[in-house]
Each structure stands twice: as structure tokens, then as C-alpha cells.
């Protein structure tokens, strides 16, 4: 058994975990801790008080009690708003007060990314414009070309929370770019793990969203793979 666990703000989108869980169908574990969202709102000063390391360091030891083997902070606005720098000094006090390896959602795409062997890639965001931005931003910080950027202007992750399919398959498409290699869904509010293999299916490339990078970070800090049909490119098994 492989225990992963997640610190994740607030409430949108946490059954992701369960799902993910289910659709791996493996001994593995995905146990959410919430942490205190503070304000809700896609804008930097918010997010960069939800990201501090007093509210982190808060939901560690309930997640200690779950057994779990590493960290993901499941929030990817809430650290890339701190830059490149900003973000792994992050990770870096979160690992120390939890213990255990650590990172978050924002390192999770970056190391996806570089896992699938793609440099260009296209970011579909619920998030205003400026922020997308920040997200573009710390892609370039990794290596990664940024062909396009949509955001939607979204402020609330609880308004995120309750789109489904219809408005997960809308987005995808308008923020898609033929130069792409990879569409980014980057919101961890958003709900996409039911999505994947559709996602993936009408764009006709690998598609990498929050929830889905998370648990594969995850399970990567755990040194544990598994593989699962329904959960896109990144968890197919090698042929």
C-alpha cells in the first residue's frame, strides 16, 4: 500500500482524489487534507497569503496520521504566484515541517511535461488573465515554450468547482493552439479526472490537469508508478 497525500485549499473540486483513486484501481491511497483558503479569489495578493507556510505547515499533521509517504501542495495558483525561487523555498519549508518529500501542483506540470518529452505547450486557465500569466511565466522559468494563454476570468474557485463537462470540454477547445504539444488545464478547483481520456480524444494530444499532475507527482516523490487507461497520457503504460 502507497499512501500520497494532498493539502488542498478549501473545498471545490476534492473529490478528484477519490475518483483518481478509483480509476487507478490500485493499492494506493490518496488521502485531501484541507488547509484554510483565506479569501477565495484567483488574485495574486490572495493567493499568495493562501500559499504561506503557516497555513501549509497547519494540515501536516493531520496528514502524518494518514500515513502518507509524500506531500502535494494541490494548489497550482497558490505557488506559482511565488515565482520559480519563490515556489521551491515553498516546497522546501513544507518538506521540513511535514517530514517527508514535498511539492506542489506547479512542479507537478513542469515535471510532466519534461515526462512526456514535450517543450511547447498551450495553457487553458479558469483564472483571470494576469494570473494565467504567472502561470506562463513559471512554465518559461522551467524550460517550457508557451505557444498560448487563455484565461477566463474566473475569481472564485468555488464558481470553478461547480463546472462539468460541457465548460471543461469549452475550455479545452479555446484554449487549445495547433503549435501544442500538451493542453494545460492548470486549475485544481476544476473538476477533469471523469474528463481525461475525452479530453484527450477530441484534441488529439495529451492533455494535463491539475488533479491528474498531482496525484502523478505524488506517486512519483513515493517512487511508486502505476498506470491507468482512463487517466490520460501521463499514467499509459509504456509500450
Known sequence: MTAVGFLYPGHSAEDDYERIEQLLASDIRLPVV????????????????????DRLAAGVE???????????????SGSFVYGWDGAHEQIRNLARAAGMPASSTSFAFAHAIQHLGATRVA?????PED?????????????????????SGIITAAEVGTWGRDEVLELALAG??????????????LHTAAY?????????KPVLTA????????????????????????FARPA
Open 34 to 53: 484541507h488547509t484554510d483558503i483565506g479569501e477565495d479569489a484567483h488574485r495574486v495578493d490572495a493567493l499568495l497569503t493562501m500559499g504561506g507556510d
Open 62 to 76: 493531520e496528514l502524518r496520521l494518514t500515513g502518507a509517504e509524500a506531500v502535494v501542495w494541490a494548489c497550482t
Open 123 to 127: 495553457i487553458a486557465a479558469t483564472y
Open 131 to 151: 494570473v494565467a500569466d504567472y502561470f506562463a511565466d513559471f512554465l518559461k522559468s522551467a524550460g517550457t515554450e508557451v505557444t498560448a494563454t487563455r484565461g
Open 176 to 189: 487549445d493552439h495547433p503549435s501544442a504539444e500538451i493542453l494545460l488545464l492548470p486549475d485544481t478547483a
Open 196 to 204: 481525461l481520456a475525452e479530453l484527450e480524444q477530441v484534441l488529439g
Open 211 to 234: 488533479n491528474q499532475v498531482s496525484v502523478w507527482e505524488g506517486l512519483r516523490l513515493a517512487e511508486r508508478r502505476v498506470w491507468g487507461e482512463r487517466m490520460g497520457k501521463l
